[in-house]
T-cell receptor, first 113, second 116 residues
Framework: AQSVSQHNHHVILSEAASLELGCNYS??????LFWYVQYPGQHLQLLLK??????LVKGIKGFEAEFIKSKFSFNLRKPSVQWSDTAEYFC???????????FGSGTRLSIRP | GAGVSQTPSNKVTEKGKYVELRCDPI?????LYWYRQSLGQGPEFLIY????????DSGLPNDRFFAVRPEGSVSTLKIQRTERGDSAVYLC??????????????FGPGTRLLVL
């Protein structure tokens, strides 16, 4: 069965530090990839998605992610984090043209002001 | 415009009881999805509808779980003979088309279900 791994359960950074959150998936065929974010007390919302084309995807709030097919990875990056980036981040995958999204277990990001 | 809404926001019930959870999708969205999120985990797919029909119900854990969307808008997730293990946040999402072809899913706030 397809799975998504987020190896970092909790990441703590200081403001202005650079961020990289890891995401690996297990499916070998065509995939569509997402990063979702859940700010404290808010709904899940889409940060960015990859469907085709340029493997470097830009999202909202200065986030980007790079799809590396050979490594089955879709890591999330931000060059300089802010306190307001404190949230839970979920990587997710769709296999082929299906509509069933498989989520990772999430990474909690805490930013020290 | 209004987003996805879910009612109730919290539901406490006793083991063995029946519960219904409601989802109002964004107006005009044809696709509707249900997920379950347990503590410390990511959302787990349960079922999705395209219009009135369940296009994929492979995530429903057993026959105690059932969902309907009779008019292609509002959906109800029904859980019979609830068990303590059913305690979780139940999330609903909708999209204007299928997520698999690029449409974004918009999530509701969830219903927190606690089975005592």
């Amino acid at each position: 069965a397809q799975s998504v791994s987020q190896h970092n359960h909790h990441v703590i950074l200081s403001e202005a530090a650079s961020l990289e959150l890891g995401c690996n998936y297990s499916y070998g065929g065509t995939v569509n990839l997402f990063w979702y974010v859940q700010y404290p007390g808010q709904h899940l919302q889409l940060l960015l998605k990859y469907f085709s084309g340029d493997p470097l995807v830009k999202g909202i709030k200065g986030f980007e992610a790079e799809f590396i097919k050979s490594k089955f990875s879709f890591n999330l990056r931000k060059p300089s984090v802010q306190w307001s980036d404190t949230a839970e981040y979920f990587c997710a995958v769709i296999e082929g043209s299906a509509s069933k999204i498989i989520f990772g277990s999430g990474t909690r990001l805490s930013i020290r002001p | 415009g209004a987003g996805v809404s879910q009612t109730p926001s919290n539901k406490v019930t006793e083991k063995g009881k029946y519960v219904e959870l409601r989802c109002d999708p964004i107006s005009g969205h044809t696709a509707l999805y249900w997920y379950r999120q347990s503590l410390g985990q990511g959302p787990e797919f349960l079922i999705y509808f395209q219009g009135t029909g369940a296009a994929d119900d492979s995530g429903l854990p057993n026959d105690r779980f059932f969902a309907v969307r009779p008019e292609g808008s509002v959906s109800t997730l029904k859980i019979q003979r609830t068990e303590r293990g059913d305690s979780a946040v139940y999330l609903c999402a909708s999209s204007s088309g299928l997520a698999g072809v690029g449409e974004t899913q918009y999530f509701g706030p969830g219903t927190r279900l606690l089975v005592l």
